[in-house]
């Protein structure tokens, strides 16, 4: 069974940094690229990055960039997302899927809530 | 950016109704559209892929079609377990955007 577990979310200061992590298990990671979506509370959902199954390319939504990096580490069957510079606009909840353009199977969440 | 225009925004249904919703790009994707459920509390969940693919364990009651800008999720016969939120999904170019979505909510 596929399975997607986010960690790491909680509350920050604007201007702070915190880092997420996914764990995955059930697929063989390294054959897949990954990607992070969000969800404001009450509001839509928000692509935020993705990144190829070797790492190689990663592509941000312009909100993020240059605050934002997504990074993986296949042998640890892992996703991370390391968000400096945070803001009140990046509150939201933050998920991890597989297969950025399918997005075919996702984490059941990490809140991150950023807040003085 | 590709702006995804979502209708209608709230859909009030009864169970065994036919429903549409729809989806319209704000210039050609070509196909790269998918559709999400998500219902409270939950992550979203994958239900059709590049227009018309039914992703596997969606019962075939969910289709998609579509074409250019305009794409159409169909649910021919609404179940208690499809009321929620629908997102539509663009991938055709960066960065990906969503709709703002259809909450079906029971009539």
């Known amino acids: 069974e596929v399975q997607l577990v986010e960690s790491g979310g909680g509350l920050v200061q604007p201007g702070r940094s915190m880092k997420l992590s996914c764990a995955a298990s059930?697929?063989?990671?390294?054959?897949?690229?990954m990607a992070w979506v969000r969800q404001a509370p009450t509001k839509g959902l928000e692509w935020v990055a993705t990144?190829?199954?070797?790492?190689?390319?990663?592509y941000y939504r312009d909100s993020v960039k240059g605050r934002f990096t997504i990074s993986r580490d296949n042998a640890k069957s892992t996703l991370y997302l390391q968000m400096n510079s945070l803001r009140s606009e990046d509150t939201a909840t933050y998920y991890c899927?597989?297969?950025?353009?399918?997005?075919?199977?996702w984490g059941q969440g990490a809140s991150v809530t950023v807040s003085s | 950016d590709i702006q995804m225009t979502q209708s209608p925004s709230l859909l009030s249904a009864s169970v065994g109704d036919r429903v549409t919703i729809n989806c319209k790009a704000s210039?050609?994707?070509?196909?790269?559209l998918n559709w999400y459920q998500q219902k409270l509390g939950e992550a979203p969940k994958l239900l059709i892929y590049?227009?018309?693919n039914l992703q596997t364990g969606i019962p075939s009651r969910f289709s998609g079609s579509g074409s250019g800008t305009d794409y159409t999720l169909t649910i021919s016969s609404l179940q208690p377990e499809d009321f929620g939120t629908y997102f539509c999904?663009?991938?055709?170019?960066?960065?990906?955007?969503f709709g703002a979505g259809t909450k079906l909510e029971l009539k």
């Open positions: 899927t597989r297969r950025g353009e399918v997005m075919d199977a």
């Open positions: 059930g697929f063989t990671f390294s054959n897949y690229g």
């Open positions: 990144i190829s199954y070797d790492g190689s390319s990663t």
């Open positions: 210039q050609n994707i070509n196909k790269y």
């Open positions: 590049n227009t018309n």
């Open positions: 999904f663009q991938h055709n170019s960066w960065p990906y955007t």
